[in-house]
């Protein structure tokens, strides 16, 4: 599979903001799973949010508890782009962070947290949260 490639990375002082974007070239326009996810050094590969979507159903999107409300993630159907809104960031949430793609649509959207459900990964962005 084509990998996905992610961008907008960077430094940003705690309670900030950052927008990741991942094009996900490599996903059908009829159906698609896009998820993100951060690990930090030394630390697991964490589920940050996912989002899927099938052209005749519709789509749905999936947060890990420890965002809701904070970050936000969508879709460009026109640019094949997925992005993620992260607003109040905290510290402990530096990480790389990687875009995972699939071509399959997931109904159920805890589906979209594990890692098994993607075929394709980027190299992931570095987000760096200041105290």
């Known amino acids: 599979q084509v990998q996905p490639v992610e961008s907008g990375g960077g430094l940003v002082q705690t309670g900030g903001s950052l927008s990741l974007s991942c094009a996900a070239s490599?996903?059908?326009?009829?159906?698609?799973?896009i998820g993100w996810f951060r690990q930090a050094p030394g630390k697991e590969q964490e589920f940050v949010a996912g989002?899927?979507?099938?052209?005749?159903?519709?789509?749905?999107?999936y947060y890990a508890d420890s965002v809701k409300g904070r970050f936000t993630i969508s879709r460009d159907s026109a640019k094949n782009t997925v992005y993620l809104q992260m607003n109040n960031l905290k510290p402990e949430e530096t990480a790389v962070y990687h875009c995972a793609q699939d071509s399959s649509y997931y109904p159920i959207t805890d589906y979209l947290s594990r890692s098994s459900s993607y075929g394709s990964w980027g190299q992931g962005t570095q987000v760096t949260v200041s105290s």
């Open positions: 989002i899927t979507w099938h052209r005749g159903i519709g789509g749905n999107t």
């Open positions: 490599g996903c059908r326009t009829s159906t698609c799973a």
